[in-house]
């Protein structure tokens, strides 16, 4: 079964600062990852996929399938990008075709 | 703005009674999916549909039901409600191209479900 597993569910970091959020994952077949982020008040929104190999306001994430891992990574955090951050993995086969997994999530706090 | 609308946004209903939650985009996408989010808790994928027809499920029992109609909107209803049905229910809508590979997925803004 695929499984995503974010292991902070809180995350401080003072403005500036570098932040990592960790996201690890299973499933057999290959994966294809997500990064959604909910700012306060907001609906859930695409932050980038591993795929695209973009970086989105400054965030980048790297699949690493070795270490079976997806974090997401900032080099100067800022206050803006405080939100809950969604790691989630795409299911592109069986009878589960087009589910997302998502793991369950990190609020992340930038402070100034 | 996505262009995904759910409605209502909050809705209190009794153990056992059924309810209905409802899905519409202002967009062309032709699949919907629909997560359960408990509190503290990431989505949890419901089912899927493309083309009017479910195309995918989770781990939700028969009591979960939906339906997507011609003009791709959708509805989740689910019967003989209990207390851990309390959640925020997500639909997302996508686009199945060729060789079902699904693009991007926009969220609603969900609707808070609360069974008393």
């Known amino acids: 079964a695929q499984r995503v597993t974010q292991p902070e569910k809180l995350l401080s970091v003072f403005k500036g600062a570098p932040v990592e959020l960790k996201c690890n994952y299973s499933?057999?077949?290959?994966?294809?990852l997500f990064w959604y982020v909910q700012y306060s008040r907001q609906r859930l929104q695409l932050l980038l996929r591993?795929?695209s190999r973009e970086s989105i306001k400054g965030f980048t994430a790297d699949l690493n399938k070795g270490e079976t891992s997806f974090h997401l990574k900032k080099p100067f955090a800022q206050e803006e990008d405080s939100a809950m951050y969604y790691c989630?993995?795409?299911?592109?086969?069986?009878?589960?075709?087009?589910?997302?997994?998502f793991g369950q999530g990190t609020i992340l706090t930038v402070h100034p | 703005e996505t262009g995904v609308t759910q409605s209502p946004t909050h809705l209190i209903k009794t153990r056992g009674q059924q309810v209905t939650l409802r899905c519409s985009s202002q967009?062309?996408?032709?699949?919907v999916s629909w997560y359960q989010q408990a509190l503290g808790q990431g989505p949890q994928f419901i089912f899927q549909?493309?083309?009017?027809?479910?195309?995918g499920r989770g781990n939700f029992p028969p009591r979960f039901s939906g339906l997507q109609f011609p003009n791709y909107s959708s509805e989740l209803n689910v019967n003989a409600l209990e207390l851990d049905d309390s959640a925020l229910y997500l639909c997302?809508?996508?686009?199945?191209?060729?060789?079902?590979?699904?693009?991007?997925?926009?969220f609603g803004q969900g609707t808070r479900l609360t069974v008393v």
């Open positions: 591993h795929i």
């Open positions: 989630a993995l795409l299911n592109a086969g069986g009878t589960s075709y087009g589910k997302l997994t």
């Open positions: 549909y493309y083309r009017e027809e479910e195309n």
């Open positions: 499933y057999s077949g290959s994966p294809e």
């Open positions: 997302a809508r996508s686009l199945t191209g060729r060789a079902r590979m699904n693009t991007e997925a926009f």
């Open positions: 967009s062309g996408h032709n699949t």
